[in-house]
């Protein structure tokens, strides 16, 4: 088989890519020998900055099919036939761990998806539970510090954790669902995924709706044990990457339905919990799922750094008929994605492969700077401001978002402890979960807890007191009685109920 000639990245032929050039032969090396110097000086290169949270991640490419006509929500052309289809990149990833974590870890899973739409890419950067543990970004940082590492001991700290959590009361409700059997999913195709926040979406008429997403697993929902997680990684710390790569090579596609909650725009006024925040879910009985289409992740990336590590989700990219909503959480995190994409992959991201429109026509008059390697003249080199009387495009006021009718003082509104933050947690407690998931939920949290100083430990159980007695008094038992194993975990049907759907 003839080969192809090794060239240097300028595209000249090398000549050897063993033997540095040296003056006689014990050395030293010649300064001259640039291929050796390029050599060593790319490996020097070839780490980026990992990302802030959700370092450790795995992804895949695939299809999206609109199933149902959701026209009257919204005027998105995606969504304008039922059976139009676009590209998907997807990033799933444990929020806590370096890149080098191991992935079957209690944590909470990303969920991230970037729909390549002829309107612009849009992305859904979600998790895999429908709520999260605070509500105002300001709470953010300090809650990442302490799921991360300490300063001093440079290990993970359960004392900053519950102390931070029981800080923070309306964090319950996502830290139950934390320790609850939806822990440890067994990899990535086996759990559900939420957008969490509410977006909204508005249709052709103007008429906006809030709405919720959910990809709802097509395979079975299964979980780990603490002591099946544990023994795994003490075999293969990579047990995601291997399976989900392993099933997509293999010709099992996993697939999601995506499935939409619709609240109509004034009814947010009138529900007995505050629609947009992050810390709740709309109740099924009153928002029942809407499906919209399928997700089919059927090709793994040729390259993973070039379109996993690359990929650069964010809540910012959203498409004509589909909008924000007034959660405060959304707004940071609207700012707050392309500012670390910027640090993290440098100015042009966008303009990589994993992150460049597939099916929208590029258009924009950002122009030059590091990695500039695109080109966006628009045919006539006059044409480089806007507006220009040289045929450069223009902005299209038809895409315009009608207003969101939102009014209010400036301020900061300090939040008044009340039950509503007990509300759902109860639920999903006493309602949701059956004993034996309770029983199991009072010994993963035990298990999490016990290296807990008492005073975090009693701030916490006076946290889930608050919930519910029996929560307290169990997972009070299962600490003292030192009762932290739990047996396998069933698998689960695929039942939307409340909170752990
Ligand atoms: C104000 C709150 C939040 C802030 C400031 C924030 C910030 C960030 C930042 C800076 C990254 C790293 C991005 C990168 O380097 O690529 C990230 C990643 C991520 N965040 Fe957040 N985040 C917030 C809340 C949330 C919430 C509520 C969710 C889910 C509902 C979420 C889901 C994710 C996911 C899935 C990723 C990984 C994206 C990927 O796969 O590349 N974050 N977040």
């Known amino acids: 088989m003839t ?43 070839e780490r980026i900055p990992e990302r802030v949270v959700h370092a450790k991640g795995w992804g895949a490419e695939g299809t999206f ?57 849009w992305d859904v950067v979600g998790n895999n539970t429908p709520i999260f543990f605070v509500r105002d970004a300001f709470k953010f940082p300090d809650f990442i ?34 320790m609850s059997d939806r822990g440890i999913p067994v990899n990535p195709m086996h759990m559900h995924g939420y957008g969490s926040h509410t977006y909204s979406m508005w ?14 697993c097509q395979q079975e929902i299964k979980n780990y044990s603490n002591g099946e997680a544990e023994k795994l990684i003490g075999s293969t710390r990579e047990s995601y990457q291997e399976d989900l790569y392993n099933a997509i090579d293999e010709g099992q596609f996993p697939k999601w339905e995506l499935n939409i909650q619709v609240m109509p725009e004034e009814q947010a006024n009138d529900v007995d919990f505050n629609p947009f925040d992050l810390t709740k879910v709309w109740p099924h009985d009153q928002f029942p799922l809407i499906p919209v289409g399928m997700l089919e992740f059927n090709k793994n990336p040729e390259n993973y750094f070039q379109m996993v590590e690359n990929a650069a989700f964010s809540p910012s990219n959203k498409i004509p008929g589909i909008g924000f909503s007034p959660d405060k959480m959304l707004q940071a995190r609207v700012f707050s994605y392309a500012d670390a994409h910027r640090y993290r992959l440098g100015t042009h991201y966008e303009a990589l492969p994993a992150n460049a429109p597939k099916a929208a026509k590029l ?24 507006p220009n009387q040289y045929g450069g495009p223009v902005a299209d006021p038809s895409v315009k978002e009608p207003p969101l009718k939102i009014s209010g003082d400036m301020d900061r509104y300090e ?36 290296p807990c100083s008492q005073p975090v430990k009693e701030r916490w159980l006076a946290v889930l007191e608050k919930v519910h007695p029996d929560y307290a008094a169990g997972v009070r038992a299962a600490d003292e009685a030192g009762d932290t194993d739990v047996n396998a975990i069933p698998v689960s049907d695929d039942t939307p109920v409340d909170s752990n759907d």
Request: proline share 4%; aromatic share 10%.
């Open 3 to 45: 080969k192809d000639r090794l060239t240097t990245s300028a595209g000249a032929p090398v000549p050897s890519n063993n033997t540095s050039a040296t003056a006689g032969p014990r050395g030293p090396v010649m300064l001259e020998d640039y291929q050796l110097v390029e050599k060593l000086a790319h490996q020097n290169r």
């Open 65 to 121: 099919t609109v199933t149902h006509d959701i026209t009257k929500y919204t005027c998105a052309k995606i969504f304008s036939q039922v059976g139009n289809t676009c590209d998907i990149l997807s990033r799933w990833s444990t929020v806590a761990g370096e890149l080098g974590a191991a992935d079957a870890e209690r944590d909470v899973r990303g969920f991230s998806i970037k729909f390549y739409t002829e309107e612009g890419n």
């Open 145 to 178: 510090r302490t799921q991360k590492r300490h300063p001093k001991t440079n290990l993970r700290s359960p004392e900053a954790m519950f102390d931070f959590w029981a800080a923070q009361p309306e964090s319950v409700h996502q830290v139950t669902i934390l």
């Open 203 to 216: 249709n052709a008429q103007g008429g906006r709706h809030w709405v919720k997403f959910h990809f709802r």
């Open 363 to 386: 258009n924009h008059y950002h122009k030059d700077g590091s990695m500039r390697f695109f080109t966006n003249d628009f045919g006539n080199p006059d044409a480089y401001y806007e």
């Open 415 to 450: 939040q008044v402890e009340t039950d509503a933050d007990y509300v759902q947690p109860r639920k999903l407690y006493t309602e949701v979960l059956d004993a034996a998931q309770r029983d199991r939920l009072h010994k993963n949290m035990a298990a999490a807890f016990g």
